[in-house]
């Protein structure tokens, strides 16, 4: 069964030093999700692909943060520079496109900024 | 935007005995309620959903109801058994655009 792979699964950074994240999502799946899942709560919608066409990055702190998915495939997100507030667990999901609802989640990367 | 509260927060209950998740939501535009499984140290799975054209869908022992006129849907796993025991979380969104909003999440514990 095809699953939506992420990189690194754990990455431990010192603030104010630059993270980046990989994600893959299931082939044919239009729609790319960035979370971010900080611990106890839910997942909270970072960022959204259509293609390689953002839908919605209106939770993303754009002075740190920046996401891409050039070729409408694999996605990037990156945190320069990483704060001790964005320890949390980056979730990458996608689904087959906009109208088919149902999300598949990736496994996660555990971000830990010291 | 769309607000979704989810309670309790943590559930603990038999080996045997239902569990009821609920959920409330502010946007009356939100047509699709999908609920997910997350255990520990894994990625959240979808488990079951409902769109707003029905009221009640079920899958083996788990069901969701939806109350669109008093904005609220739950969560329903009857026979509760020792792998039910995960967070579980609610979301809503508008089915044209799918921005997608969870809840906290609910802690449930089966104990055996």
């Known amino acids: 069964e095809a699953e939506v792979a992420q990189s690194p699964r754990y990455k431990i950074t010192e603030k104010s030093q630059a993270v980046a994240f990989w994600c893959d999502p299931i082939?044919?799946?239009?729609?790319l999700y960035w979370y971010r899942q900080i611990l106890g709560q839910g997942p909270e919608l970072l960022v959204q692909?259509?293609?390689?066409?953002?839908?919605?990055d209106s939770q993303l702190p754009k002075d740190r943060f920046s996401a891409e998915r050039l070729k409408g495939v694999d996605s990037t997100l990156k945190i320069q520079p990483a704060e001790l507030g964005d320890s949390a667990m980056y979730l990458c999901?996608?689904?087959?496109?906009?109208?088919?609802?149902?999300?598949?989640f990736g496994p996660g990367t555990r971000l830990t900024v010291l | 935007g769309e607000n979704v509260e989810q309670h309790p927060s943590t559930l603990s209950v038999q080996e045997g005995d239902s569990a009821v998740i609920k959920c409330t939501y502010s946007?009356?535009?939100?047509?699709?309620f999908p609920w997910y499984k997350q255990e520990l140290g894994k990625r959240p799975q979808l488990i079951i959903d409902?769109?707003?054209?029905?009221g009640e869908k079920k899958d083996q022992r788990i069901a969701v109801t939806l109350n669109k006129t008093a904005k609220h849907f739950s969560l329903h796993i009857t026979e509760t058994q020792p792998e039910d025991s995960a967070v579980y979380f609610c979301?809503?969104?508008?089915?044209?655009?799918?921005?997608?909003?969870f809840g906290r999440g609910t802690s449930l514990i089966v104990h055996p």
């Open positions: 082939s044919g799946h239009a729609t």
């Open positions: 946007d009356s535009a939100s047509n699709y």
């Open positions: 999901a996608s689904s087959y496109t906009t109208g088919r609802n149902e999300q598949f």
């Open positions: 692909f259509q293609d390689e066409s953002v839908v919605d």
């Open positions: 979301a809503a969104s508008n089915g044209g655009s799918y921005i997608p909003t």
């Open positions: 409902i769109r707003s054209n029905v």
